[in-house]
């Protein structure tokens, strides 16, 4: 397994280069075809015992951060945001802006001292920057620009019973399908896993890999919102720890067809593989894209469970990355006789 | 019309679950039509050929409806939206599951005394449904999580007017169907699409479309009505029931084409048909995703003005449903010069 390596490494939105060269050092050995396109897509060929359908897993490599808006004559780094992230979570993060050099930094806001209301004062953008300890543009000059990406500085760690890093959405999908690849296993048909770009900021890579696969049933890999924090309440929980791969009934933008929602859940039970339903129908990912990408295709997103998604720091339960693995590589192997339909 | 109408807006058919309905609309129209199929988003598509150029009518099958995702451990069922809800209108509207199940929709009621009479924080986190069971275990064997629901109200006849649930969008089903029934002669190669989760993001007619490649396009939808309907309505909706079919000028999903609505212009002068114009400051049909296929195809939509939307009473006029009907039989039976 390789999540650990994975999220240590940089990559948000457009700027996945480190995380493609690296999945695809790891399989290159189980790999019939590979081809990357200009949206920077990695796609995968396995070769089935049949090529008259197609079929597509698909997981994100970028991961939600940051970027270099302005450089203040202060030094002071002015920053936006890539992807959803709350400006209300960031004060005090430390992160890492890839630049020429690559530079530490930590995001600064006004001291509690100077704030009259700091409690009910929602924080916005314009109060906060990055201070990488310079004291003029100058000294900035040659090392960081504008434009340069920024990932938080987030190291991978075992954590209690728990898993620790940034970017689990969605290495943990790209970890399980390397995992899958490794197994080398001949699928039923020809197989293309696609590690895709930029899904934080709109489901764009998977766009363009559809229309090029236009797969007859794909499966999306996702790292999704686990809503189960000690002060929820029960009902307010989209997914929890601990509890298996969570199947998505419906997300934003799309319903997914009964048929792969009871497809997934008969294999599960199947292979007696837990499993759990996502509760909620906000958030939505690379399948609904897939979905009614040209003419349609079947499609169903199974998820890991991710608790403080979309923060610098999210936790993970290693049971769910089994369970996940183990149902994404029994799906795998089943004969898909809803396609034959 | 009446009776086909009354038959699909009393099926129970929410965005991704729209079988129930695809089933009912392909036994109606399969004797009439020269090819007929589903694709695997379960749009059903009917082929009826013609000469040259292609025209595609439009109809959403889908209605807004639930899903029930959590059963707490009194038995109540904890819902999540398919399609456009406003939380606050649904506090005790009796719903129906998939399966049979019904049951009525409360809410957490210490909200309430937050706020007085005030609603604002009723919301899908604090609605519940009550489906009448004594405990988990009761609950568990009327309901399986990932049923889905929809507004438990039958049609009614209320004279001059039809109420119901779903009116949004099989009305337009039911009107499509009494077409392709009734067609005598006509010009165009004419494809029908019945089309999946239009509610959810204008799903299924995208990929439909897509398949078809059509010169013409044209969506049947409801709209909504305005000042000049109902007491005190929307300032910048000048729609209302009675003045027959609305032409859709814009909304936000799509600018229609200007000359094929000058053409339909024509064509309800020539046939006496009544009209209004439809500007619609919020939402959007599938006419707005069949404009943006591939290099692009000739849309509008004609809009059947509703009163109610998304409400378990949604209200049309049966004069304006007569004369829509009688629009869109003239419009498939000519030859569309633009």
């Avoid at chain 1, 895709?196 to 559809?210: D, I, M, P």
Wanted: aromatic residues 8%; hydrophobic residues 40%.
């Amino acid at each position: 397994m390789v999540l650990k390596e994975l999220c240590n490494l940089p990559g948000i939105s457009g700027y996945e280069n480190e995380v493609r060269t690296f999945i695809r050092h790891e399989i290159a050995d189980f790999a019939d075809e590979i081809k990357i396109d200009c949206l920077g897509n990695l796609m995968v060929k396995k070769r089935g015992h049949n090529c008259s359908k197609h079929i597509m897993y698909l997981a994100h490599m970028d991961e939600v951060g940051l970027m270099v808006e302005k450089i203040d004559s202060n030094g002071i780094v002015k920053f936006s945001t890539v992807g959803g992230i709350l400006p209300s979570i960031l004060p005090a993060s430390r992160v890492t802006i890839m630049g020429k050099k690559t530079l530490q930094g930590v995001i600064g806001i006004l001291p509690i001292h100077l704030q009259k209301n700091a409690i009910m004062d929602p924080i916005k953008m314009d109060s906060l920057y990055i201070d990488v300890g310079a004291s003029s543009d100058k000294d900035l000059q040659g090392s960081i620009e504008m434009g340069d990406p920024i990932v938080f500085n987030t190291a991978y760690e075992e954590y209690g019973r728990l898993w620790k890093a940034k970017a689990f959405d969605d290495r943990v999908g790209c970890s399980i399908m390397i995992d899958m690849l490794k197994q080398n296993i001949t699928p039923a048909y020809d197989t293309w896993f696609v590690f895709a770009t930029q899904e934080e900021v709109g489901l764009r890579g998977s766009a363009t890999a559809t229309y090029q696969i236009q797969p007859d049933f794909a499966v999306v890999l996702e790292g999704t919102t686990a809503c189960d924090n000690p002060l929820v309440e029960r009902n307010r929980y989209t997914t929890q720890l601990g509890k298996g791969p969570a199947i998505s009934i419906a997300h934003n933008g799309f319903v997914f067809s009964k048929k792969i929602f009871d497809f997934f859940k008969s294999v599960s039970e199947k292979h007696q593989i837990p499993y759990q339903i996502k509760e909620k129908v906000a958030g939505g990912n690379d399948a609904t894209n897939i979905g009614k990408g040209e003419k349609g295709s079947y499609v169903g997103s199974l998820s890991v469970p991710v608790r403080y998604i979309h923060s610098p720091v999210s936790l993970m339960h290693p049971e769910d990355y089994q369970n996940t693995l183990q149902l994404a590589l029994a799906i795998y192997q089943e004969n898909h006789s809803f396609l034959t339909l | 019309m009446k009776d086909i109408l009354k038959q699909f807006v009393e099926i129970s058919a929410p965005s991704g679950r729209e079988e129930p309905i695809q089933k009912a609309i392909r036994a109606s129209i399969q004797p009439y039509v020269d090819e007929i199929r589903t694709d695997s988003l379960g749009n059903l598509i009917a082929h009826k050929k013609g000469n040259g150029k292609k025209l595609l009518f439009d109809a959403h099958m889908d209605e807004i409806g639930f899903v029930a995702t959590y059963i707490d451990d009194h038995g109540f069922v904890h819902i999540e939206p398919l399609g456009g809800h406003n939380p606050v209108n649904l506090p005790f509207q009796r719903i129906c599951f998939e399966y049979g199940s019904k049951g009525t929709i409360g809410f957490e009621s210490e909200i309430l005394s937050k706020n007085g009479a005030d609603r604002k924080e009723v919301s899908f986190d604090t609605l519940y449904v009550d489906i009448g069971a004594r405990s988990k275990n009761e609950a568990l064997s009327k309901i399986r999580i990932g049923e889905t629901a929809t507004y438990d109200s039958p049609f009614v006849d209320l004279g001059n007017r039809y109420m119901s649930k779903a009116m949004d969008d099989r009305i337009a089903c039911a009107l499509l169907v009494k077409l392709i029934q009734t067609l005598q002669t006509h010009h165009h190669d004419l494809y029908f699409v019945f089309a999946t989760q239009e509610e959810v993001g204008l799903v299924g007619s995208k990929a439909a479309s897509y398949g078809i490649e059509p010169d013409f396009g044209i969506a049947l939808d409801v709209t909504a009505t305005g000042f000049e309907d109902t007491p005190k309505g929307l300032k910048r909706v000048p729609m209302k029931l009675g003045a027959g079919p609305a032409i859709k000028i814009q909304d936000r999903s799509m600018i229609a084409n200007h000359n094929l609505n000058q053409w339909i212009q024509t064509v309800a002068d020539q046939n006496r048909i009544p009209y209004q114009f439809e500007v619609l400051p919020f939402g959007g049909t599938n006419g707005g995703v069949i404009q943006t296929t591939k290099s692009g195809v000739y849309t509008t939509c004609i809009s059947i003005p509703t009163r109610y939307l998304h409400s378990p009473s949604e209200m049309v006029d049966v004069m304006d449903v007569q004369n829509t009907l009688q629009l869109v039989k003239a419009i498939a039976e000519k030859e569309i010069v633009l």
